[in-house]
């Protein structure tokens, strides 16, 4: 360990399901080989930087409940501390993988050259930090909404000189991201949206959202970055409305602005849920078009009406996304982010340890889960046998659209019969699903 | 009137601003010019036959309520004393518009063959009607939710003959409504989503979706159908999740199999609502896409999670979608359709009378409120005055494209300045809008 | 059996948690001991009649679609094969309690008088059920809110004979619920409430519901029904708003009319969502106010915003409210109602089955997990350690009220210290709960 | 004024409906005589501290964007200059009351007792103020929420040193708030609640808060406050859940303790939202139950589900809530409290000036069109007629409880008739509601 945040906590290591340990796995473990792939590959866990390192407690009703030596002081001292314990806290929990925004990392600096520079001057120590503990970059991302430059959007901004100042910050974010390695870099358009539509160009936004994503796309191959693009999708909060609503909306954007070839979906359950959906559908959804990305993994409150960033910690809200993951083939350079944040009372720094490893043995166990629903076959052979219909010639030939809308009620009103109605099992697949947790 | 359903009431008459007969207009004169227009013209009202002659005043917790003498017996029968109930209705109200389902207007029969000659006997019927009375039909759709045979969806069901069922149900009525002169037709996928993704096959549905609306679309152009084939969004109830979900999401639909062009969106308030959206957004969105079509004007109750389809009767609710709506050049096939039903109390015939009464009255003054927001020009000034920066040359040259992301970020950091800031004004905007009411 | 509605299935056994037999028990095993209790005695299973035997699939925009013969035909004989095939089911389940409302037993007849004496021909037949199966009544109740003549309210109707024809119906309600040995009477207000505040006095209503409450606990004492009467709160749905909106209204309205010592709470879980609680919640606040009686367990979807009635499936949903339910010592009179009706397209009878054996299983499985918690005590052990310092005589002091504002006031300012924070360790307690499931 | 913080902007004066200055009443003339009093006496405005001097315009995911001078630099120069800046607000709007926190007002010192002198000397600024200007304090409330020893509630913390100091907070705040003639003393539990049960003794902390209550009301009687306990319902947001959910769970904590008598309510329209209900409802009960004293007026935004505290802007929405207000006889000792705050991007000190100007002049325009629907009496007659039969001696008797149940049910039996339905008239209504606005 380089600091004494931790004070002396040892590695988390896998002891069991019988363990009784707070600090040890009862199911992550790394090499254990799962549907012919190790654990820790099918997961590719990270640890956010933004959520574990830089925010303090406050609330929109509190101030700050934890004591972060790295908040107060010198910005790069500060900085390079904060670097210092974030990694700790990944060699700790043996993650593969973390995420940061450029200001989780960097300080702001009192103008762009100088927060550029801060930026470069830790991306230095983030090099060395990577090259030393071999944890990964698994997305970069640029904050673009926490400045009061950005109040009123970055790319979607009625200021064209906002536009360009959110150009040449991703332009370095990218920049630094590619260094890194990073296996993806990450568009989260949290002021990309209204506040009211009052005062709001609908079109023009969405024109200049569309330029925004091409210019970024275009500069990726230019600097040969082999990552993936990702659209992070929200509904709201902070603002009223935003545009990345959720997959369906984000595909129909990328389409738009000819992207959809470029550009995929990172999914996060509590913005899924904001959006009226489950994690599962949006996962669902964004295989069957073709633009599923990587995961925000986190929980929300269905009670609540923000995005309360909780661990998870129930084994069904991961397995089913899970499941649906390794049906479509499981992730390629995305990976599972904790997009979640302690509670406000949690002060102690142990209590960020004891927060991963809840999580991170949810998702362990729920990957054991899911694995047993890919292996029996059974959920997949009852649905594929509730749609044999469809691979008869006669269903065929509806599909492939070899028969008229008046050659189809031709035949129906000679045929003259009712469909026979079959059960939908809801009860016995939800049961058969029970079964596996 | 044909019938003695609403007794001795007179057709309802503008009375102006002062009357307080409850069975005036106060506000409504459909030959007033508003903006170069005829009220009538721009509003082009449309009572919907399900809502107002074919509910009982039933709920998930309760029997029939309302008095109904055409549900009862002989379903032809019956179905000519309902149409003749509404042209009554119709023309009591003096509104231009109708539109129907199939199963509103005639009765489901004991085969297809049946139904379908049930269907045609009526379209004679509704022919006559329309011919006598001047009331033409906004447009026409084909129940396909409320039979069991649709209860796994229609074009998504798992079983094909479904799916030929449904397009030869649709073919007919698209014939229908071509026949009584509809200026549009309208899909609404009611039960085209899933009760839970166990048993689904999520892309294969969209899949059979897509085929399906093709199907109608060419259908369309083979029979010369001349007005506009809609989708009605909505994100669920009765089922889990529609596919439909929203504007975003049809819009995403249509790109993805090419129809983007053919076909547009119906746009009703309570389903925007469900679907975290406010009306106008899903309009202003819809004219930004090119996919705006009509309108199911009516309200939900933002404390209750479900359709409750009531009256719209809050000016301000109204003015801003309708201000939209003109803004992107008014209806052209589309109108004002009062998706719309009567509270289960409202066990009178005259309340139907009341309701539609409010309903018209409050959409025309919303009409004057947006008319003005329009003639003043203010709005739309402040809006333009917000980005006017976007139109500088220095602006146009990034929306264009003309820089790179390289380009743009190497002028940020040679100019290394801070974008101004400007106030949002929305207290202020927002007071401009109250000032109209 | 009585009947072929099930076909030949065998009644449901115990057969441990590797069975893969849809229709076995893998957890429910009524004769083992847990906390000293067998488990039966623990869990008090109830099939509801109601959503069991009466409904038929239909929802608001779809017909029936499940084929139950009971339904058509002469009304007396449909009930007795109702409760022939209702009686199969809880000897196949093996379930000790049956729940019913007046209406699901007999049928309406065509006025006050037959309808009782359906009712009580009925209850004749049921009491020879229960004494030839020793199935025996968790609770009855009277349905007043299905009836056209129940629209506006029973108890707090607008008018008075309503009123009455309620109370009268209760009267006859409670006499064949105390003949037929129920342990409980319910009361569920579905429609007393309002469906605007427009034509509604409010006061007045919430005495009207007083007076009623009185009346039917002062009538349970004169004829000694030694059974707990209930309250089930409800939101909302089917009206805009219910006053028995959830655990802590009903608390209000039992203290404002001297009633909190005659009336306990039948929670439902999914009543608790829509009100903005989780079910957990308003058990421990039934017990902290001393007035919990019973459960209707079920699940809501989070996504949806109406009673969707679910059958449970994920055992983290049950395990903490069982939690609370022994750590209030238990049930008394009250148990767990299957208030849960199967989805519309699980058409088959046998899917009755599925539900019920999935929903049963999940329940033994979290009552072993609750058991598992109780008995390690480290939860309420941790929970204790947190409030420790009110069991000092400083914190006696200030919660006996021996101290004035003043006095502590003038303590806090001579010691004039900052209190100590400690970590609230969410995190590290949901792990330990995640670890028992 | 006193400072240039708002530059040379004039009084704010009513100019009429027609007038077009943004900085001008078009509705609000103080001494206009409406239902016999003068409007400002009707509405007694309050600008509140709080949200228009404290907040910054950050929110959970960005920063300050507000120039806010006084935010600065040392503490007390600071609070007597937002002072100034505040009564120079005051002045210019023309509103005779304000609201604030302790904290607002001073700041928080290194430890208890320089944080009451802090108080204390900011107390006798005011004091001056006060005298000077002749704006009085409608209530004073202690900020027990934002410093993180609040963390896990005040009077319901785990730590009874944390409840002392509480305590001793608002011993102090009462006792200047005496002083400065506040008309009432508001507690809001913003954290008297549980992030989670998991950690929380339920009954232990109801009872804690059940004591703190009793203490300040005993205080308020030895120090002679002649003003009104108010508690502010909240349902959630800081907390998960709050103990102060709403109206009638205040009711019921209030009557365990003994309480009703002496505290009433202090009711927030988005606070009313985010409980599930609408504002008239919540002032409605409190009229019913004898508990209304004052008003957070502002709007919640139906789609979002955090607290919005947006300026209201819409005459319907304070309408229906004046009536109520009015029909309970007016505000004694309460007033309208704009608990409202300016959208993050209004960053212009002038933001400030529109927002109220619009919000007062919406409540002003409200107050008319209450008090016409008062003073026409259709409404409250139509509501009178709906409920005439309770008036009979056959429907006090049944009130009275001069009849048994079952005397009641011989009766209905012995009739044996159908009770008459009528309708709800809930659209005619809303049409005759329409009309007044």
Tied chains: 1, 2, 3, 4.
């Excluded at 945040?5 to 090499?31: C, K, M, T, V």
């Excluded at 970055?154 to 590619?178: E, I």
């Excluded at 078009?289 to 995005?307: E, M, T, Y």
Aim: hydrophobic share 40%; glycine share 10%; with cysteine.
């Amino acid at each position: 360990m380089k600091t004494a945040f931790f004070g002396d906590i040892a590695p988390i290591r896998f002891e069991g399901p019988d363990s009784s340990n707070p600090l040890a796995y009862r199911w992550y473990q790394p090499d254990r080989v799962v549907l012919g792939k190790r654990m820790e590959d099918h997961l590719r866990f990270a640890v956010c930087y933004w959520h574990s390192f830089c925010l303090t407690g406050s609330d929109p009703f509190g101030q700050a409940t934890f004591d972060r030596p790295w908040q107060g002081g010198d910005g790069l001292a500060g900085a390079r501390l904060k670097a210092d314990v974030a990694f700790d806290a990944f060699e700790l929990l043996g993650v593969p993988f973390f995420t940061f925004h450029d200001r989780d990392v960097a300080p702001e600096g009192a103008d762009f050259a100088e927060s550029l520079r801060n930026f470069q001057v830790m991306a230095d120590v983030l090099a060395g930090k990577i090259e030393e503990s071999g944890v990964r970059l698994l997305w970069g991302t640029a904050n673009l909404f926490s400045h009061p430059r950005f109040m009123a959007g970055a790319a979607t901004n009625p200021d064209p000189q906002v536009f360009a100042y959110a150009a040449a910050t991703v332009k370095n974010c990218l920049d630094v991201t590619r260094r890194l390695g990073g296996r993806n870099y990450v568009l989260w358009g949290g002021r990309e949206g209204y506040e009211t539509l009052l005062n709001t160009d609908l079109r023009r936004e969405l024109d200049q959202l569309g330029r925004f994503l091409s210019l970024v796309v275009d500069y990726k191959h230019k600097i040969g970055f082999d990552g993936t693009i990702l659209i992070e999708p929200k509904p709201k909060e902070p603002t009223k409305h935003q545009y990345d609503f959720d997959t369906a909306t984000v595909y129909g954007f990328l389409k738009r602005y000819g992207l959809e070839q470029e550009v995929k979906v990172n999914i996060e359950a509590n913005h899924a849920m904001l959006a009226g959906h489950t994690f599962e559908h949006e996962i669902a959804l964004a295989n069957a078009l073709g633009i599923f990305g990587s995961l925000d993994v986190n929980r929300g409150d269905g009670l609540l009406g923000w995005d309360t960033d909780q661990f998870p910690n129930n084994v069904e809200d991961v397995a089913l996304p899970l499941y649906h993951v390794l049906q479509g083939g499981g992730f390629v350079n995305g990976g599972l982010n904790f997009d979640a944040k302690i509670r406000r009372q949690s002060i102690d720094p142990v209590d960020l340890l004891y927060a991963h490893v809840g999580g991170i043995d949810i998702c362990a166990r729920a990957l054991l889960v899911a694995a047993e629903m890919i292996e029996s076959g059974r959920l997949a052979g009852h649905v594929a046998d509730r749609y044999a219909g469809w691979e008869t010639p006669e269903g065929q030939a509806l599909l492939k659209g070899e028969l008229s809308l008046a050659d189809i009620a031709a035949d129906v009103e000679r045929r003259n019969t009712e469909p026979r109605a079959q059960s939908g099992r809801q009860e016995y697949l939800e049961n058969m699903v029970a079964r596996y947790l």
